[in-house]
């Protein structure tokens, strides 16, 4: 059972019931990371690299030719095999195009483009008040028919799962929702902003879709049907029942994520050692203490700046008495 993405009731009239949200679907994909990847000695042997243009399907022997050409090393005097490269992960910068200076996170703020280079610059902390505050209810406030909602406006699955002591509750609004052949329209605070939520019956459970807004919605393209005769819509119709079958979703694989897999399978016993990032990537934790003291400096500097005429008396500089020399007979 996935983890709760979120937990509270579900508030229709005077009803509510403990439920909460379960992920019901997400894009699988294999993850990889950036590696830099540098040449021991420049001069040394730099193997060739497949093209990844082309289809796998088509070239799967050139992509596992290519794969073993880059394990292979060169050999060293006494025949045994020097590494070719050094690896190191990536850490991603970002930078000034004016200057090229590094910039740290906490000093960007979000920038939205008016005209061509000019920009409006929004504080970190007006987009924190725009924020939406996670809700504890899930506000059910329409019935729809099903058969008015367009499947285009769904956009992420979530199970609607009761809690304890909500069981029969829930059961209830699902067998009616089911009878009614209706879908649930709600409102929800939940990651920062507020969803509009489509609540669907299946078989045993509620399924909610974060729905898409209209405007979020693009136009579908506008097009020119011809019209047709019935014998060529009841040709059509004859082609469809031969293809008809029972909807099966395992019969359909991911082809893509499947070569990938036995691609890095292949790569299980040619692991590389990772060059090691040196200590001076990482920063030293900032002097609390010389902190407080440049501030305290500045404070004072703002102090004698606003009272100029405040200034420290000048010290008047010592005068030494010389001794009065003595006069010889």
Same mark, same amino acid.
């Given at each position: ?178 009878? @009614?052949?209706?879908?649930? *329209?709600?409102?929800?605070? =939940?990651?920062? /902003?507020?969803? #509009?939520?489509?609540?669907? &019956? %299946? ?54 994520? @499947?070569?990938?897999?036995? *691609?890095?399978?292949?790569? =299980?016993?040619? /692991?590389?050692? #990772?060059?090691?990032?040196? &200590? %001076? ?49």
């Amino acid at each position: 059972m996935p983890s709760a993405v979120w937990s509270g009731h579900l508030h229709f009239g005077l009803v509510a019931m403990p439920v909460r949200l379960l992920v019901a679907a997400r894009t699988k994909t294999t993850r990889f990371r950036r590696l830099y990847r540098k040449p021991v000695n420049e001069s040394t042997y730099v193997s060739s690299f497949p093209s990844f243009s082309h289809d796998l399907e088509d070239h799967d022997s050139d992509l596992t030719e290519g794969v073993a050409k880059t394990q292979s090393m060169p050999e060293d005097m006494n025949g045994q095999h020097t590494a070719e490269h050094q690896y190191s992960a990536v850490r991603q910068v970002f930078q000034s195009e004016v200057t090229g200076k590094e910039i740290r996170p906490d000093e960007m703020v979000k920038g939205y483009e008016m005209a061509p280079n000019e920009y409006a610059a929004i504080e970190g902390q007006e987009m924190k008040a725009a924020e939406i505050e996670t809700s504890d209810t899930i506000d059910l406030f329409q019935f729809v028919k099903a058969k008015e909602v367009d499947p285009i406006y769904f956009e992420r699955s979530y199970y609607v799962a009761p809690n304890s002591g909500a069981e029969k509750g829930y059961a209830l609004l699902l067998e009616a929702m089911r009878k @009614e052949e209706c879908l649930g *329209i709600a409102r929800i605070g =939940m990651h920062r /902003r507020e969803h #509009m939520l489509i609540l669907r &019956p %299946s078989e045993d459970y509620l399924v909610a879709y974060t729905m898409f807004y209209a405007n979020e919605v693009r136009p579908a393209p506008r097009l020119e049907l011809t019209k047709f005769s019935n014998k060529e819509l009841g040709m059509a119709t004859a082609l469809i029942k031969g293809y008809e079958g029972d909807f099966d979703p395992q019969q359909f694989k991911d082809l893509y994520q @499947e070569r990938i897999s036995r *691609i890095v399978e292949a790569h =299980m016993d040619t /692991r590389i050692e #990772m060059h090691p990032a040196p &200590p %001076s990537l990482t920063k030293a934790a900032p002097d609390l203490m010389e902190q407080i003291r440049l501030s305290l400096a500045q404070i004072e500097s703002k102090r004698h700046d606003a009272n100029p005429s405040k200034k420290p008396a000048r010290k008047m500089p010592t005068l030494v008495k010389k001794k009065p020399q003595r006069v010889r007979a």
